[in-house]
């Protein structure tokens, strides 16, 4: 089945940037819509922040991160990118890719079939 690997995740202070990874194997990522999570310290629920078709469409769970969170395909790499720029403290969380067989964006969380182990993302004020 396919497989996710997250990474890019580390330490950086507040209006700094970081570019995730979500690295795809077994298949290619390039049928799979794409969305990105992230689970808050204290909380128990993963968050979506934003998603990608296989059509490459963009759709953003949160208006938080707009303006500030990019996302993109590499085919050829099969990997997915999560541009975050001018990150702030409550950005602060462990930040996961997930993948869905479709061609437009999934926004329901509970349809997202594959997940990788997450990246740790702290952003220090």
């Known amino acids: 089945q396919l497989q996710l690997a997250e990474s890019g995740g580390g330490l950086v202070q507040a209006g700094e940037s970081l570019r995730l990874s979500c690295v795809g194997s077994i298949f290619s990522l390039h049928y799979y819509a794409i969305g990105w999570f992230r689970q808050v310290p204290g909380k128990e629920e993963r968050e979506g922040i934003l998603c990608i078709g296989s059509d490459d469409e963009i759709t953003y769970f949160q208006d938080t991160v707009l303006g500030r969170f990019t996302i993109s395909r590499d085919n050829a790499k099969n990997t997915v990118y999560l541009q975050m720029d001018s990150l702030k403290p409550e950005d602060t969380a462990v930040y996961y890719c997930?993948?869905?067989?479709?061609?437009?964006?999934?926004?329901?969380?509970?349809?997202?079939?594959?997940w990788g182990q997450g990246t740790q993302v702290t952003v220090s004020s």
């Open positions: 997930a993948a869905t067989f479709s061609i437009v964006p999934v926004t329901e969380t509970d349809m997202y079939d594959f």
